[in-house]
């Protein structure tokens, strides 16, 4: 199944790994119904004024497919969009041009394990991976990025990020906004050198225990965007792309946030938000309707304040008491500051009359846990300077007694980000499963942190499937999980990249 070109294989030196369903492998045999091309390259993007930033970015092409299948974003660093339908049968050749080792995973999709990006199949650069899987997964938005140990933060920082659409016939037929009608939008921060290069320091100090936080808002790799619309309505797909940023979106003449799905898709119907909580890796898909605006007004998609301590170390040292960031020296906006996102100006008057069906999906939210079901307790500990989940640390291939897992089987987790910590130092997780997309059963928060939670808690949509959870400091979050069919290795990380190439990752194993 994976192939390397010009390289070691990543199976030959995983022996133990290359454990492929037959059912699969038969199938794989099977004509492809989308056959791309994809690379990791650096590059060159003009971000802001002067010189050009030196970037790593994702371009491809389609060799086999709809050509709709690969979708290029002109002159940005994102990756291509890339689009598929439920049951498509995909093939992507995946060429490593990078100076240093790197894999792609498929965030949010179901794949057999050898297909998930586990950093142990990281590839050499000047070679090649084979990607083959079906599509499972049920219409959504997806995300592609990059998984090699220890190197998540500084290559998506690169610029090697983008996003994966898949839809079905039934959403198809509930005629949303698409085509120019329907915007993708990358959220990320970056901080730029007096050159204009991205400046990124790895590793874990006092002043970064929060992660990378930069002081520019980029959406699709562009600053200061503005987009001019017409009065009519748009579809609009929100990823948060950044490290460490966590956004609380709202619009800036206080109009609710229609969201219609989250990270797994469409939700059953419609709900309604003051403002949506965007934790990294999560996606939120949202109807924006300008119908009844005037032309030549604007609208501001915002991240309002909250507070900053739900994410940074407190205690007067970093960020956000007028000290620079140690090692870079440069100020930059506190995790909790607000800031404007993007611009959207209502430029033409153009009437195109649209009903949003009441109900989208069939998503049951009414699943429960079986009653013989157990709670697995994840707890998210900080000792020893060190982010650990249960006490441990990530390891490339170790997976304890309490990580392996019956394929299809039904279980309740509970991330505990609660208790006594090591200098009370308690921040927020952004919690990701890979392989899987999740239910979220429950949120209860410690009374002494109740004041911080209520800053972001009505704008978490746990209506609907997710594959990432923020779990706030004081907060115990049970998820309702079944896990995939696939047989194999998959990962659950804290996905700030920062925490989680310092090791707040584990293995499991489903068998
Ligand atoms: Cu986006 Cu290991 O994940
Ligand atoms: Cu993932
Ligand atoms: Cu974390």
Redesign the pocket.
């Known amino acids: 199944m994976a192939a390397a070109y010009g390289g070691v294989t990543p199976l030959d030196r995983f022996h133990s790994e290359a454990t492929v369903d037959p059912a699969l492998a038969a199938q794989s045999r099977l004509n492809p119904d989308v056959e791309l091309e994809l690379r990791a390259a650096p590059g060159t993007a003009s971000i802001v004024p002067g010189a050009a930033t030196r970037v790593w970015s994702y371009s491809g092409h389609v060799i086999k497919g709809p050509p709709t299948a690969l979708q290029a974003i002109p002159g940005s660093y994102v990756g291509p969009i890339l689009r598929f339908q439920t049951g498509q049968r995909v093939r992507i050749h995946f060429r490593n041009e990078l100076p240093e080792e790197t894999i792609i995973?498929w965030?949010g999709l179901d794949v057999p394990a050898q297909m998930d990006g586990h950093p142990h199949l990281a590839i050499a650069s000047g070679t090649t991976y084979v990607y083959e899987f079906t599509i499972v997964n049920r219409p959504g938005t997806y995300w592609y990025?990059p998984?090699p140990h220890e190197r998540v933060g500084p290559q998506v920082n690169r610029g090697l990020t983008g996003v994966i659409l898949v839809s079905d016939a039934a959403e198809s037929a509930l005629k949303l906004p698409s085509g120019n009608d329907e915007i993708v939008g990358v959220i990320q921060d970056r901080q730029f050198d007096a050159g204009n290069q991205f400046v990124y320091v790895s590793g874990m100090s006092m002043d970064r225990m929060s992660g990378f936080l930069g002081d520019r808002i980029l959406v699709n790799g562009r600053p200061s965007a503005r987009m001019s619309l017409a009065t009519r309505a748009y579809r609009l797909r929100l990823m948060n792309g950044s490290n460490s940023r966590v956004y609380k979106l709202a619009w800036s003449d206080n109009t609710p946030m229609i969201v219609l799905g989250t990270d797994g898709g469409l939700l059953e119907r419609p709900v309604v938000r003051n403002y949506v909580t965007l934790a990294p890796?999560e996606r939120i898909d949202m109807l924006l309707d300008l119908s009844q605006r005037l032309v030549g007004s604007r609208l501001v998609l915002r991240s309002l304040a909250f507070p900053s301590r739900l994410f940074e170390m407190e205690m007067g040292m970093g960020r956000g008491r007028g000290r620079g960031r140690g090692m870079t020296g440069s100020r930059t906006l506190s995790n909790g500051a607000p800031f404007d996102i993007l611009a959207i100006d209502v430029a033409r008057r153009e009437r195109s009359p649209f009903v949003l069906p009441s109900r989208l999906s069939t998503y049951d939210g009414a699943w429960q846990p079986p009653a013989s079901v157990q709670t697995r307790v994840v707890r998210l500990d900080f000792r020893m300077m060190q982010f650990l989940l249960n006490g441990r640390r990530f390891d490339l291939t170790d997976v304890a007694p309490d990580e392996t897992v019956q394929a299809g089987s039904t279980h309740v987790w509970e991330f505990d980000n609660s208790g006594p910590a090591m200098m009370n130092m308690r921040l927020g997780h952004p919690m990701?499963l890979?392989g899987r997309q999740f239910r979220i059963l429950s949120r209860q928060v410690e009374p002494a942190r109740l004041g911080d939670w209520n800053g972001l808690r009505d704008g978490f949509v746990d209506e609907g499937w997710k594959d990432t959870v923020l779990v706030t400091p004081g907060e115990k979050v049970r998820i309702l999980v079944r896990f995939s069919k696939y047989p194999g290795l998959y990962?659950y990380?804290c996905?700030n990249l920062e925490h989680?190439d310092a090791g707040m990752m584990r293995n499991y194993r489903i068998v």
Do not use: K
Request: charged share 10%; net charge negative.
């Open positions: 995973h965030h990025h998984h890796a990701h890979h990962l990380h996905h989680e």
